[in-house]
């Protein structure tokens, strides 16, 4: 049976995408409208993403900690703001027992078991955070407080799509308090180099950092910084998120600290996260008609060897020249797998190693034993070579990095080629049904993006925080404008 092909990119990318999660082992539809089963290698990967975030979060002084999942709501119309950025998508707790169906058809919500308050299913935790925190916080010297909580949140999407729009998915929500407002904002910026760091080192993506317009910011935050990156199809992803909250919060829930002039003051708050969002990030910006394309600095497995073999003896041989290699990789930091499973032939070993992004594949037979050659593959290029086994390692720890940085390049030269300055409303149209990142006067009202926004879809995706001034005017309506701004359509 021949190896099932994607969809390509050009055919269809929206199907292409679809399909190379569900093909790359990487996660499925569940029985749950809207919610998805990250099967064990795409959660391998989000363990990568977690481990490497988490020990960063932690060089910051950062604390995990775990808060309820259920919220009451009366918590959520204490800052009216946020309670309106998110009544839409919240679900609702209302009873707490079933009970057998008297006509025999199954269970039924018992009506005697109604909640005295209804309780929400978290959509994310400011809320319940800031009504815990209030018991925190006395003095000055109980600041600052940075915390992170690793979860599941629940937002109900109408339209879902694996990893990029679910009605439950996981992510890291930070929530910290400080003692002044400068204290706060310079955290809250810091946590955003955090999220650019590590998109752009270890999952080799491109992200520009900027601030949102008013009309996109957080529900009740006074800025909120981002990292945006740009997808394959022209298309932007919003990839991480950092709020400044100011003491919006702190005063929805009275959280005071007395300062060191034993004066009470409100506490400066921010919040900042990323999700499995980032899955779909990873997906689209790199992968290729062939399936997934994964950075080595992110892979599970780095280095995938294929024994090719027919009977047990030939394979005997052959680890006897695989197992010490394997063994130096790993001591090197290499992330490395044998695979000496005899459930499929080697054709189909490469294809599916192929579809799951595994940045190089060795593979080793007899006639390369007694050669004292082994074949190394590229994912990242789909090139082959046939090389020396006697001292591989050092070329394979020195390919790991060159792959990465191609990738990186590979992208950032996409974006780069994608990104063009646009000084007409009616030329901005036409340009932005071509895709990519068209930089725009704006003149700064909510009034001016909205109607951008309904007659193109087209949203500000970021004010970029290294902009360079350029006194302009407006796309739209001509008044003046200090600068450029992102504008694209996004997912």
Not at 203 to 223: D, H, Q, T, Y
């Amino acid at each position: 049976m021949a190896y099932q092909k994607l969809t390509t990119r050009a055919e269809n990318y929206s199907q292409w995408y679809n399909e190379l999660v569900v093909k790359a082992d990487l996660a499925e539809q569940s029985a749950v409208r809207g919610c998805m089963v990250i099967k064990p290698y795409g959660y391998a990967i989000w363990e990568r993403i977690q481990q490497g975030l988490d020990a960063r979060f932690k060089e910051k002084g950062v604390q995990n900690a775990y808060f309820p999942m259920l919220i009451p709501k009366s918590f959520l119309s204490r800052e009216a703001e946020h309670v309106e950025g998110f009544a839409k998508e919240c679900a609702v707790v209302t009873h707490h027992r079933l009970k057998n169906d008297p006509e025999g058809k199954g269970v039924v919500v018992d009506p005697d078991a109604k909640l005295e308050e209804e309780l929400i299913i978290r959509p994310t935790s400011e809320t319940i955070i800031w009504s815990t925190y209030k018991g925190w916080i006395n003095s000055y010297r109980d600041l600052p407080i940075l915390c992170n909580q690793w979860c599941n949140v629940m937002r109900w999407e109408m339209r879902t799509r694996l990893f990029l729009r679910t009605a439950e998915f996981l992510w890291q929500e930070g929530h910290t308090a400080h003692a002044t407002k400068e204290e706060a904002e310079d955290f809250a910026r810091q946590m955003l180099d955090v999220y650019a760091d590590f998109a752009e080192n270890i999952m080799a993506i491109p992200v520009l950092k900027g601030v949102k317009s008013p009309n996109e910011r957080f529900a009740g935050a006074l800025n909120t910084y981002c990292i945006e990156a740009m997808m394959q199809d022209g298309k932007a992803l919003q990839a991480g998120t950092s709020h400044f909250l100011g003491q919006n919060f702190a005063k929805s829930f009275d959280v005071t600290f007395l300062n060191k002039e034993n004066k009470a003051e409100y506490v400066w708050a921010t919040s900042w996260g990323v999700s499995t969002r980032l899955m779909g990030a990873l997906i689209m910006t790199h992968s290729d008609d062939n399936g997934l394309v994964l950075p080595p600095h992110l892979a599970p497995i780095q280095v995938v060897i294929v024994p090719i073999f027919k009977k047990q003896e030939q394979l005997d041989e052959i680890l006897q020249k695989v197992n010490p290699l394997a063994d130096e990789l790993k001591r090197r930091g290499v992330r490395v797998k044998v695979d000496t499973a005899d459930n499929m032939t080697p054709g189909f070993k490469f294809a599916e190693y192929e579809m799951r992004g595994v940045p190089v594949r060795l593979a080793i037979g007899a006639r390369d034993v007694e050669a004292g050659t082994i074949e190394v593959a590229r994912r990242d290029t789909l090139t082959k070579e046939t090389l020396p086994i006697e001292g591989i390692e050092e070329h394979l720890v020195a390919l790991l990095e060159e792959i990465q940085a191609n990738i990186y390049k590979k992208a950032l030269d996409f974006r780069l080629q994608n990104t063009r300055k646009c000084d007409s409303y009616e030329e901005f149209k036409e340009e932005i049904k071509k895709g990519g990142f068209l930089l725009c006067h704006w003149d700064g009202t909510p009034e001016t993006e909205e109607r951008i926004k309904e007659e193109t879809k087209a949203t500000i995706r970021c004010i970029p925080l290294q902009r360079e001034p350029e006194q302009g005017k407006c796309m739209v309506t001509g008044k003046p404008s200090e600068g450029r701004v992102v504008f694209a359509i996004a997912y």
